[in-house]
């Protein structure tokens, strides 16, 4: 079974990097699509970026100056880091897996169970 | 980016009754709709993709439905465990965008 763990410090403080590690088992992270999505207090959700199974990336532009999404295949790992973070950047934090159908449907079809991060000083 | 409009924001219902989610999308997205479930405890998983295919695993009183802009989850028949969150998704281009959230309550 295909299974995601987030890690990472709970509390950053503000102008600091926000740095998480998504483990996966069960399946190799050097086949498909691997993703972050955060979602805020409030309840919005928003797809920070992803890493294939070659090693490329895309970033949500609303990101893309601060986010980097990269990986460790001999851990089966693959990392989060958002620079310079702000109280807007507190949120819970999933990685999880875009996968796809035979009929090449795509979704998220295993997540972590995911990771609070509190920005404060 | 393509904005999605998720509603209600919360339903208030009653066990055993039907209940449908909106999503309306600010542009078509042929399509390319995806629905989630987060319980209580944070987990989320798939319910439906690619606008009416119900994921493995997941019970026949969910269906999705929708075409161009204006897509739709349904439960026919509230269950115990289906008060949750409820989300959409579209992938049709990117950013992939998510509604607000549907936050469906025990009446």
């Known amino acids: 079974e295909v299974q995601l763990q987030e890690s990472g410090p709970g509390l950053v403080k503000p102008s600091q990097s926000l740095s998480l590690t998504c483990s996966v088992t069960?399946?190799?992270?050097?086949?498909?699509?691997w993703g972050w999505i955060r979602k805020f207090p409030g309840n919005k959700m928003e797809w920070m970026g992803y890493i294939s199974y070659s090693g490329s990336t895309s970033y949500n532009p609303s990101l893309k100056s601060r986010i980097s999404i990269t990986r460790d295949t001999s851990k089966n790992q693959f990392f989060l880091q958002l620079n310079s973070v702000t109280t807007e950047d507190t949120a819970t934090y999933y990685c999880?897996?875009?996968?796809?159908?035979?009929?090449?449907?795509?979704?998220?079809?295993?997540w972590g169970q995911g990771v609070m991060v509190t920005v404060s000083s | 980016d393509i904005q999605m409009t998720q509603t209600p924001s919360s339903m208030p219902a009653s066990l055993g009754e039907r209940v449908t989610i909106s999503c309306r999308a600010s542009q078509g997205i042929s399509n390319y709709l995806n629905w989630y479930q987060q319980k209580p405890d944070g987990t989320i998983k798939p319910l439906i993709y690619y606008t009416s295919n119900l994921q493995s695993g997941v019970p026949s009183r969910f269906s999705g439905s929708g075409s161009g802009t204006d897509y739709s989850l349904t439960i026919s028949s509230l269950e115990p465990e289906d008060f949750a969150m409820y989300y959409c998704q579209q992938y049709d281009s990117s950013p992939w965008t998510f509604g607000g959230g549907t936050k469906l309550e025990l009446k």
């Open positions: 999880a897996r875009w996968g796809y159908t035979t009929d090449y449907y795509y979704y998220f079809d295993y």
């Open positions: 069960g399946y190799s992270i050097t086949s498909n699509y």
